[in-house]
């Protein structure tokens, strides 16, 4: 199967401007998560939607970022205006609603704000 | 609050021995998941073995296992038989059942492995 695409791998931008990633879960799963991992850090979960409703953005900065999944599958995370601390990989995962809902990552899209 | 700590920040092991990554988690969910997930240079996350809180064996993939104190709260990672390949971040993670499944992660250990 497919796995979770995310683009683009890379950005550079100025602080202030504004970024916007992408991702594109394994068909048929429900969950799907964005991580922002800082260098040296775990992943910190921004944001979870459960099909198309969200179901967590408790750490989502909402002065500044974003997100939406429309129709329960693409999703986009946007940031703007962007700070010099949100230099980091932005991960997005998908995972079932059966098991041990194991988490499927991307490659990540790695943000750095000049 | 639920949380997961990783108190090894970086870990040396000579090729061909075996390894234990400690992972120490708090939370008053009853039922709840634990997974391991690995990290190359590269970046990709890699997931390595899954432990459910009720479960009665201590989970095994290959050259992995977890080695599961449910009334300690642990959840340490052994690797055996340590390859170049097995240089890596680990992370440990837990899903607490009845918190929208979120998945949260520890901090993380950096593991070296020596020829």
């Known amino acids: 199967e497919a796995g979770v695409a995310q683009s683009p791998r890379y950005k550079i931008i100025e602080k202030r401007q504004s970024v916007a990633f992408w991702c594109n879960p394994i068909s048929g799963h429900a969950t799907l998560y964005w991580y922002q991992q800082i260098l040296g850090q775990g992943p910190k979960l921004l944001i979870q939607?459960?099909?198309?409703?969200?179901?967590?953005d408790s750490q989502l900065p909402k002065d500044r970022f974003s997100a939406e999944r429309l129709k329960g599958v693409d999703s986009t995370l946007k940031i703007q205006p962007a700070k010099l601390e949100d230099s980091a990989v932005y991960l997005c995962a998908s995972s079932t609603q059966s098991g041990a809902n194991v988490l499927t990552f991307g490659a990540g899209s790695r943000l750095t704000v000049l | 609050a639920q949380k997961i700590t990783q108190t090894q920040p970086g870990m040396f092991v000579q090729e061909k021995e075996a390894v234990t990554l400690d992972c120490t988690y708090d939370?008053?969910?009853?039922?709840?998941?634990l997974f391991w997930y690995k990290q190359p240079s590269s970046g990709e996350m890699i997931f390595l073995i899954y432990q459910g809180s009720y479960d009665q064996q201590n989970a095994t993939e290959g050259r992995y296992s977890l080695n599961f104190q449910k009334a300690r709260k642990s959840a340490n990672l052994v690797i055996s038989a340590s390859q170049l390949g097995d240089s890596a971040m680990y992370f440990c993670?837990?899903?607490?059942?009845?918190?929208?499944?979120?998945?949260?992660f520890g901090p993380g250990t950096s593991l070296s492995v020596i020829p």
């Open positions: 993670a837990m899903r607490p059942k009845t918190s929208y499944d979120k998945v949260i």
């Open positions: 939370t008053s969910d009853p039922s709840y998941g």
């Open positions: 939607f459960q099909n198309n409703g969200v179901v967590d």
